[in-house]
């Protein structure tokens, strides 16, 4: 059996009943939000779809964006939007690297290398991700 994505990590942010704590990315989904499509299950405390997918229904506390990556086998991708004003690129940089899922770290701190060479030419992208990640 794979690890689970969240593994015995009593600080990350996700829930104590969360598919994350006993599963590996991959073998549950993300919702945006509680939804009928994934009804709570009383009987162990657990979402999961009609078809028995488990679901984690808090995104931002997982770190992964939602999608059905378990019934339907979605991609587990990250698009990395800087903001328009350079001021706020390192506090961006900051919140999206510290909540990110790490198995997508190394995707993140590639796509910032390369768009922060090029939507400012005037910072230097290993210093700007330094700053972020201290």
């Known amino acids: 059996m794979a ?9 990350h942010r996700a829930c104590g009943i969360c598919p994350s704590r006993s599963r590996a990315v991959g073998e549950f989904d993300v919702f945006e939000r509680p939804s009928r499509e994934c009804p709570f299950n009383p009987a162990d405390g657990h979402r999961y779809t009609a ?16 999608a059905r990556y378990k019934s339907e086998g979605a991609p587990l991708s990250v698009t990395l939007e ?7 690129v390192i506090p961006y940089l900051r919140n999206l690297l510290y909540g990110a899922a790490p198995v997508l770290l190394e995707s ?4 910032a290398s ?4 090029r ?15 201290s």
Not at 53 to 65: E, I, M, S
Not at 108 to 111: C, K, S
């Open 3 to 11: 690890e689970p994505f969240v593994n015995d990590d009593v600080l």
């Open 51 to 66: 078809d028995g997918t488990p679901v984690c229904v808090h995104p931002d506390k997982v770190g992964l964006p939602a």
């Open 82 to 88: 800087l903001p328009a004003d350079e001021s706020e």
């Open 108 to 111: 993140l701190i590639e796509q």
């Open 114 to 117: 390369a768009e922060i060479t």
């Open 119 to 133: 939507a400012f030419p005037s910072l230097d992208a290993v210093t700007t991700l330094r700053r972020a990640l």
